[in-house]
């Protein structure tokens, strides 16, 4: 059994770099992609308070296909361009967005879902798919999850 959640008053910065290890130590020598999505996304849920979802979409044949993740049942197909997840695998950059009712084009899989973070996951320059993080909470996403999730991406990039 693993228990790798920092202990509640880490600072972000720190509490980013324990995460990026324990998904480090989780995947390491695992070639499984989906088994490496799966207990990443376990990771992030655990680690990152206030979601109500976390996982991944993969580019396949040119759309967004759900892979594993922590929450409600959610849209199986996101095309590139649309929605959060769509913009940021369509334009292979991170999407940090406050209020998803103010984003244009929104796709609302979970209607409780207020601000969202999504990080593309890229293999030689080629996006193979994003972290989604979503939550409650307008605003409760920042600069630092951004970086934080980003070097996760990178590092996962390989494994999946």
């Not at 770099?17 to 207990?39: F, K, Y």
């Amino acid at each position: 059994m693993f228990d790798f959640r920092p202990a509640p008053d880490t600072p972000k910065p720190e509490a980013y770099r324990q995460l990026l290890d324990a998904a480090d130590a989780l995947s390491a020598g695992e070639p499984d992609a989906v088994a490496n999505m799966a207990n990443i996304a376990a990771l992030l849920w655990d680690f990152l308070p206030d979601l109500n979802w976390a996982g991944f979409y993969r580019v396949v044949d040119g759309e967004l296909v759900l892979g594993p993740f922590i929450g409600r049942p959610a849209c199986i197909r996101i095309p590139m361009g649309q929605g959060v997840c769509g913009v940021a695998a369509g334009k292979g950059a991170t999407q940090l967005v406050e209020d998803v009712h103010a984003f244009p084009g929104h796709i609302a899989c979970d209607a409780v879902t207020n601000s969202e973070l999504v990080v593309p996951v890229k293999r030689a320059g080629k996006v193979i798919a994003v972290i989604d993080l979503d939550s409650p909470e307008k605003a409760r996403f920042d600069k630092a999850d951004a970086a934080g999730i980003e070097a996760v991406a990178d590092m996962l990039a390989k494994r999946i």
